[in-house]
């Protein structure tokens, strides 16, 4: 095989597995520690990473040299290892808030028997459960996953804050407002959003 086609074979490998684990060409740079303009070089197949590069991105893509040098592609619908885990650690870690807002409702009725709003430990752990999930999502996924994220805690946070005041309607009469501050910072996230994909792009 000449030089050009093995470029095009990595190339085209490269960008298969980077999309395959949900990184952006910043994100994977960033990773590897070269910079994003080293990703698209490569992606484009105008240069080629040397040896140590490769040995980096097999680890992070979860699959071996021999795999980013090959024709042959494993079945896209087979969830990478390394997704795998990384979905897993974000279930496991969402299921541990749920777990301690479980401990304080049980400990607040155990201890506290005329505490009535003990469920509010469950109300909070929605918010805090969207936040645990954008912490990851920001970590591991790529942008669309974090907008999503950050979706979710925005509106789980005005939710969560009705329902905490939820008994005390007459004095906070007006606590549905709370939804226009969340759809300004859903707009913000939209922009927020849009800026980066563009940003991306140039």
Not at 165 to 193: E, G, K, R
Request: glycine residues 2%; hydrophobic residues 50%.
């Amino acid at each position: 095989m000449d030089e050009k086609k093995l470029k095009s074979l990595i190339a085209n490998n490269i960008t298969y597995f980077r999309k395959r684990s949900g990184l952006t060409q910043g994100k994977l740079a960033e990773m590897i520690n070269y910079s994003d303009k080293s990703v698209s070089k490569w992606e484009r197949g105008d240069g080629m990473p040397d040896v140590t590069v490769l040995v980096k991105l097999a680890e992070i893509f979860d699959v071996t040299i021999n795999d980013l040098v090959s024709q042959d592609k494993p079945e896209e619908k087979v969830l990478p290892t390394r997704q795998r885990k990384h979905i897993m650690i974000d279930i496991m870690s969402i299921i541990l808030v749920w777990l301690v807002a479980t401990v304080v409702f049980v400990g607040l009725r155990v201890f506290i028997p005329d505490f009535s709003t003990a469920w509010i430990s469950y109300i909070l752990a929605i918010p805090v459960s969207a936040i645990v999930n954008l912490v990851f999502a920001c970590i591991w996924w790529n942008h669309t996953v974090q907008f999503f994220s950050i979706s979710i805690l925005v509106w789980t946070c005005a939710l969560g804050i009705q329902m905490t005041f939820y008994n005390y309607v007459t004095a906070f009469d007006n606590i549905s407002l709370i939804y226009i501050c969340a759809a300004v910072l859903q707009v913000l996230a939209i922009a927020w959003t849009l800026y980066r994909n563009f940003k991306k792009k140039k």
